[in-house]
């Protein structure tokens, strides 16, 4: 294995300290930073963690002094807006540096939640219904959109703005949730239809020819009896809540015969229909009937060592240092000019 110079980008907010003793690492805000940048270390290479906020030339100056082999992406914004990583990425590409997680295209299209659902159309791929409000206008439900409905931001990850709340049945409590989405998330409102169902996480690797992971199940079965069944702020983000409730992760069980191999078909259908590379989390719902709908596409997902990606990679025999060297080996064979 080649020792590399590995520029690792993050938020200037979330680098890890050099001595991390005192802090507790599964709860940290830099924990997946200090997971990739400790695990690089051990796999041999040089690593220079780069803080990055609102400004470009910090990337240009570390590139231009430092002369690193690749950057390892980490970053999920610029100057504070999500959609703006994409930017980033193009200019490690103008730049000619090789770098982990996807091409700027694939961000764009996967990042607009109501842009990807017309890709998946174009593909015959399932998705529930939905309609957008950009911010400033009010919503104008159709008739054939029917409740129960979940209303989320069009553009922000990680469940921004997602809680029992985004669940309405009129159109009272719809136009109310998305004035929410407009005014505390900043962003445009999906309002999708609701799919009452197991949801699974597929993670991929790849750029043309895809490894996919075992099915992965959001398991909350101990959620209150009157609470829906969907990934919240709280679900996601919250240790207090997640172990109050039991709610957990796993490779999904119990699966009709042949179905596992279908929800891995139908993930690698949407990477390909979206043109992403590097790697992605692909998230689905399944009903009862067995009818699957794509939900949406997460390139670049959270890749600390115990979040659901790593541990799908490690039932497929990818040691968390197994996986961080792979993504290196992806990034390095992505060729942007051939990638039209």
Same mark, same amino acid.
């Given at each position: 294995?080649?020792?590399?110079?590995?520029? @690792?980008?993050?938020?200037?907010?979330l680098v890890?300290?050099?001595?991390?003793?005192? /802090?507790?690492?599964?709860?940290? =805000?830099?924990?997946?930073? /200090?997971?990739?940048?400790?695990?690089l270390k051990?796999?041999? /290479?040089?690593?220079?963690?780069? $803080?990055v906020?609102s400004?470009l030339?910090?990337?240009?100056s570390?590139?231009?002094g430092?002369k690193?082999?690749i950057?390892?992406?980490l970053?999920?914004?610029f100057?504070?807006v999500? @959609?703006?990583?994409?930017?980033?990425?193009?200019?490690?590409?103008?730049?000619h540096?090789?770098y982990? $997680?996807?091409?700027?295209?694939?961000?764009?299209?996967a990042?607009?939640?109501?842009?990807?659902?017309?890709?998946?159309s174009?593909?015959?791929?399932?998705?529930?219904?939905?309609i957008?409000?950009?911010?400033?206008?009010? *919503?104008?439900?159709?008739?054939?959109?029917?409740?129960?409905? #979940?209303?989320?931001?069009?553009?922000?990850?990680?469940s921004l703005?997602?809680?029992? =709340?985004?669940?309405?049945?009129?159109?009272?409590?719809?136009?109310?949730? *998305?004035?929410? #989405?407009h005014n505390?998330?900043?962003?445009?409102?999906?309002?999708?239809r609701? !799919?009452?169902?197991?949801?699974f996480? @597929?993670? !991929? !690797?790849?750029n043309?020819?895809?490894?996919?992971?075992?099915v992965?199940e959001?398991i909350?079965?101990?959620?209150?009896?009157d609470a829906?069944?969907?990934?919240?702020?709280? @679900?996601?983000?919250?240790?207090?809540?997640q172990?109050?409730?039991?709610i957990?992760?796993?490779?999904?069980?119990?699966?009709?015969? $042949?179905?596992?191999?279908?929800i891995?078909?139908?993930?690698?259908?949407v990477?390909r229909a979206?043109?992403?590379?590097g790697?992605?989390?692909?998230?689905?719902?399944?009903?009862?009937?067995?009818?699957l709908?794509?939900?949406?596409?997460?390139?670049?997902?959270?890749?600390?060592?115990?979040?659901?990606?790593?541990?799908?990679?490690k039932k497929?025999?990818?040691?968390?240092?197994e996986?961080?060297?792979?993504?290196?080996?992806v990034?390095?064979?992505?060729r942007?000019?051939?990638?039209?």
């Amino acid at each position: 294995m080649k020792r590399l110079r590995v520029l @690792v980008l993050m938020h200037e907010d979330l680098v890890p300290p050099e001595q991390v003793n005192g /802090h507790d690492l599964k709860t940290v =805000a830099w924990r997946t930073e /200090h997971d990739v940048v400790s695990t690089l270390k051990k796999l041999g /290479h040089e690593v220079l963690p780069l $803080g990055v906020k609102s400004e470009l030339d910090v990337i240009h100056s570390a590139i231009e002094g430092w002369k690193p082999d690749i950057a390892f992406n980490l970053l999920e914004e610029f100057d504070g807006v999500a @959609v703006y990583d994409q930017h980033v990425v193009s200019y490690l590409e103008l730049l000619h540096l090789p770098y982990t $997680g996807c091409n700027p295209r694939g961000l764009m299209l996967a990042r607009d939640k109501a842009l990807t659902k017309k890709v998946l159309s174009f593909h015959r791929i399932p998705y529930p219904e939905f309609i957008e409000v950009p911010q400033g206008r009010t *919503v104008r439900r159709p008739k054939g959109l029917a409740f129960p409905l #979940i209303v989320k931001s069009v553009s922000e990850e990680a469940s921004l703005g997602i809680s029992q =709340a985004s669940i309405v049945e009129d159109d009272d409590k719809l136009g109310d949730r *998305v004035t929410f #989405i407009h005014n505390s998330v900043g962003s445009g409102a999906l309002i999708e239809r609701y !799919i009452e169902g197991r949801e699974f996480y @597929v993670g !991929i !690797i790849g750029n043309g020819q895809l490894q996919v992971l075992p099915v992965w199940e959001l398991i909350m079965d101990k959620l209150p009896e009157d609470a829906k069944r969907i990934a919240t702020e709280r @679900v996601k983000w919250s240790r207090k809540y997640q172990q109050k409730y039991g709610i957990t992760s796993r490779e999904a069980d119990n699966l009709p015969e $042949g179905k596992a191999e279908d929800i891995q078909d139908l993930a690698k259908q949407v990477y390909r229909a979206l043109g992403l590379s590097g790697y992605a989390r692909i998230d689905m719902r399944m009903m009862t009937d067995g009818q699957l709908y794509v939900l949406e596409a997460n390139p670049n997902p959270q890749i600390a060592e115990d979040e659901d990606f790593a541990d799908s990679a490690k039932k497929a025999d990818y040691h968390y240092k197994e996986l961080l060297q792979e993504l290196l080996n992806v990034g390095l064979r992505w060729r942007p000019a051939k990638a039209a």
